[in-house]
């Protein structure tokens, strides 16, 4: 009895009965069981022994001889598979099994092995551990909505490479952006909501004429900014759309004159993570500026006067400039609903941001842990070379590569010296063969007498060291990457959009940068202080200069190292797109556990405006009294990132920089500095007196 008690003691019969069938230890130990029935006819079992033996049906057996034979016969079996495989699998420790089996040479095959195997229960190895793998599909499909006000490459690359990598994950991902991004040439899993047409700066000649052929300041910012504000209620009403059919449970909202794609993540609590081209105006530091302020962007070797002309002077003028726009924009707001905001920082100020940028690129500066650089962010693939341009830079052996995007232009002055400059290079042997890609926005002059050569020789590519390609489309787009990549290929000529420079950087050549607008300004002087550029003013263009600069750029040796530094950084970081990927899901899958925001897809679906997707847009236009404003919805980030934000952001400004503690120890200082100053001056006063009283009284006494 005590024996089957021994046997039975780690089996619950509140368990499922037949799930312990397919354990062989509990087959064996009723087995014995049985056999100790057998042969003790008096014997009185429990309840729990005897349930189970009547359930696996042993009471009925033809003998002990019978079971004993099955046992030996099962175990000899089971012993010679486990030696096969150990065979196999033990290759490198043969010698010493074999070792120990010549000590023991009938201990495995014994009668009594079999029967200690039987009534022993076998322990886990303490040093052995089982595999342990992270489920990452813990919750069930999500939706992630990207949104873009400009859309086009530049932009949407990073959040869509990142997407591509959720997309594998098991996620769905839809795209609000103009034109038609997500051809099936392009990305094809990805469903969009149009904005209406492909941006095109040829358009807006009223904006765009003024930014990239005057010069460049934050008033050009604002014409920009402006013409995106006003189209505001338009990009909402799509987003609302998108939001209604999607159920989006994340937004990723691209940062650039985005406000739509913020404010409809907040009106109904959905997360949103920011994406940016870089980490300049979301972080602080004194020693950063900007050159659309006039200031430089690493502000080290200025002085007095132009770091407080850049720290204080031009960011209260542009935040002065700012203030009215923010209040059109408020007033577009009220129209769709949504609560005005102070300033343009005050919705996002808790939101994850993830900047396709890495600091060697960057100005090294301190960064919160709620912005994280990701970049940079490259394409697994690239188009490869046509056969006439793998003929071309086959044929010629230094190679300058002239890209300025897809929107960018520049004046008829400045395509007149550039080509001038193009054929002295190559007349004096620095370059010997050019890949122009144009876009199509190019206005070109007709070349001086001097020049022995028309520009329409050139740009129908009978010009046998020029090559001229077209990129007015995605489905045209010259493989810059592959021209790039070639060992022909010398030195890029570009306007330093953000997406080539990192890939120049990837693939190891030096740019020469002509900025136009934008941030390329910033680009192209941090791109110069690493030793891998040199820039151009586009307000003041020389042949000479530009030949001197190409040839530099070839010829001088520190630009070569640095650039293989730079090359490594730029391969080493262009990694942590997964790492991108990975946060945007801790942000999603946090967001579940918010006591106060459990059901994202809910609260989207059974919104008063947007219930069932039937009310019309004018009836939440119209509504702009206080009833149509939700009320203040409490920050879902203050919970959902509370591990990245930092505290001085909850503190306030006072008490997050200590300048309450810095102010009383200064006042301590100067309090003692004072006292001992009186005290010094005290004493000196009554030692003065004291001996001019000594003076005066010998004196009269004379």
Same mark, same amino acid.
């Given at each position: 009895m005590y024996l089957l008690e021994e046997l039975f003691k780690d089996y619950d019969l509140n368990s499922d009965i037949w799930s312990y069938w397919s354990s062989i230890d509990l087959y064996h130990k009723v087995a014995i069981s049985n056999l100790i029935v057998q042969q003790e006819p008096n014997f009185q079992c429990n309840v729990s022994i005897c349930e189970i033996m009547t359930l696996l049906n042993f009471s009925n057996r033809p003998s002990k001889y019978y079971l004993l034979l099955t046992i030996i016969l099962f175990h000899l079996i089971v012993i010679g598979i486990n030696a096969s495989s150990s065979d196999k699998i033990n290759q490198a420790d043969s010698s010493k099994t074999q070792s120990t089996a010549?000590?023991?040479?009938?201990?495995?095959?014994?009668?009594?092995?079999?029967?200690?195997?039987?009534?022993?229960?076998?322990?886990?190895?303490?040093?052995?551990?089982?595999?342990?793998?992270?489920?990452?599909?813990?919750?069930?499909?999500?939706?992630?909505?990207?949104?873009?006000?400009?859309?086009?490459?530049?932009?949407?690359?990073?959040?869509?490479?990142?997407?591509?990598?959720?997309?594998?994950?098991?996620?769905?991902?839809?795209?609000?952006?103009?034109?038609?991004?997500?051809?099936?040439?392009?990305?094809?899993?990805?469903?969009?909501?149009?904005?209406?047409?492909?941006?095109?700066?040829?358009?807006?000649?009223?904006?765009?004429?003024?930014?990239?052929?005057?010069?460049?300041?934050?008033?050009s910012f604002f014409l920009e900014k402006d013409e995106a504000d006003?189209?505001?209620?338009?990009?909402?009403?799509?987003?609302?759309?998108?939001?209604?059919?999607?159920?989006?449970?994340?937004?990723?909202?691209?940062?650039?004159?985005?406000?739509?794609?913020?404010?409809?993540?907040?009106?109904?609590?959905?997360?949103?993570?920011?994406?940016?081209?870089?980490?300049?105006?979301?972080?602080?530091?004194?020693?950063k500026s900007d050159p659309i302020y006039g200031c430089h962007s690493n502000m080290e070797k200025g002085s007095f006067i132009e770091r407080f002309k850049c720290l204080i002077i031009q960011p209260a003028r542009f935040l002065y400039e700012s203030r009215q726009r923010i209040i059109f924009l408020n007033e577009k707001r009220l129209s769709v609903g949504v609560s005005p905001i102070t300033s343009s920082l005050e919705r996002i100020k808790n939101s994850l941001f993830l900047a396709d940028t890495y600091f060697g690129f960057e100005i090294p500066h301190p960064v919160p842990p709620l912005y994280q650089e990701i970049g940079p962010v490259m394409q697994e693939s690239y188009p490869p070379l046509t056969p006439k341009l793998s003929s071309f830079l086959s044929l010629h052996q230094r190679i300058m590569y002239v890209s300025f995007g897809m929107q960018a232009f520049t004046t008829l002055e400045n395509y007149a010296i550039l080509l001038k400059s193009f054929l002295e290079v190559i007349d004096r042997n620095i370059i010997d063969g050019i890949v122009w890609s144009l876009s199509g926005l190019e206005n070109f002059p007709t070349l001086s007498d001097d020049t022995q050569l028309e520009t329409?020789?050139?740009?129908? &590519? %009978?010009?046998?060291?020029?090559?001229?390609?077209? *990129?007015?489309?995605?489905?045209?787009? $010259?493989?810059?990457? #592959? @021209?790039?990549?070639?060992?022909?290929?010398?030195?890029?000529?570009?306007?330093?959009?953000?997406?080539?420079?990192?890939?120049?950087?990837?693939?190891?050549?030096?740019?020469?940068?002509?900025?136009?607008?934008?941030?390329?300004?910033?680009?192209?002087?941090?791109?110069?202080?690493?030793?891998?550029?040199?820039?151009?003013?586009?307000?003041?263009?020389?042949?000479?200069?530009?030949?001197?600069?190409?040839?530099?750029?070839?010829?001088?040796?520190?630009?070569?190292?640095?650039?293989?530094?730079?090359?490594?950084?730029?391969?080493?970081?262009?990694?942590?797109?997964?790492?991108?990927?990975?946060?945007?899901?801790?942000?999603?899958?946090?967001?579940?556990?918010?006591?106060?925001?459990?059901?994202?897809?809910?609260?989207?679906?059974? &919104? %008063?405006?947007?219930?069932?997707?039937?009310?019309? *847009?004018?009836?939440?236009?119209?509504? $702009?009294?206080?009833? #149509? @404003?939700e009320p203040a919805i409490e920050d879902i980030y203050e919970w959902l990132l509370k591990e990245w934000i930092t505290p001085d952001s909850r503190m306030g400004f006072i008490r997050g920089k200590y300048l309450d503690v810095y102010g009383v120890v200064l006042i301590l200082l100067f309090s003692i500095i004072g006292s001992i100053i009186w005290t010094g001056w005290s004493v000196v006063s009554f030692i003065v007196n004291s001996i001019a009283s000594l003076f005066e009284g010998k004196l009269k006494s004379d």
């Open positions: 010549s000590r023991n040479p009938t201990e495995t095959a014994s009668l009594w092995s079999i029967f200690k195997n039987i009534f022993t229960k076998k322990q886990p190895d303490p040093n052995k551990f089982g595999k342990f793998e992270i489920d990452k599909n813990i919750n069930e499909t999500k939706n992630i909505l990207v949104g873009s006000f400009v859309g086009g490459l530049s932009h949407l690359r990073p959040s869509l490479e990142i997407c591509k990598i959720l997309i594998e994950r098991g996620y769905k991902v839809a795209l609000v952006a103009p034109g038609n991004f997500t051809s099936p040439t392009n990305y094809p899993s990805i469903r969009q909501y149009s904005t209406g047409p492909e941006h095109n700066t040829k358009e807006l000649l009223h904006i765009y004429k003024e930014i990239y052929e005057k010069p460049y300041d934050y008033n006003k189209q505001y209620s338009e990009r909402f009403e799509v987003y609302k759309r998108s939001t209604i059919d999607f159920k989006p449970d994340l937004f990723l909202c691209d940062l650039l004159n985005n406000e739509a794609c913020f404010d409809i993540a907040w009106k109904f609590k959905i997360p949103a993570v920011g994406v940016s081209s870089s980490l300049s105006r979301r972080t602080f530091a004194p020693y329409s020789e050139i740009l129908n &590519n %009978r010009y046998t060291h020029i090559y001229v390609t077209t *990129s007015s489309s995605l489905e045209e787009l $010259t493989p810059q990457v #592959s @021209i790039l990549n070639h060992s022909n290929t010398k030195i890029f000529l570009t306007h330093g959009g953000v997406a080539s420079c990192h890939e120049s950087l990837y693939v190891g050549k030096p740019m020469l940068i002509l900025p136009l607008a934008s941030d390329q300004f910033s680009n192209a002087e941090k791109l110069e202080e690493q030793g891998v550029a040199l820039k151009l003013d586009k307000m003041d263009l020389h042949v000479d200069d530009i030949v001197r600069k190409i040839e530099f750029l070839q010829l001088e040796s520190r630009v070569k190292i640095n650039l293989k530094r730079m090359q490594i950084l730029t391969k080493i970081n262009s990694k942590r797109k997964y790492r991108a990927a990975d946060l945007i899901e801790f942000v999603m899958k946090a967001s579940q556990l918010n006591p106060n925001n459990n059901d994202v897809k809910e609260s989207v679906v059974d &919104n %008063r405006h947007m219930k069932e997707g039937k009310e019309s *847009s004018e009836k939440v236009s119209n509504e $702009t009294n206080s009833e #149509s @404003i």
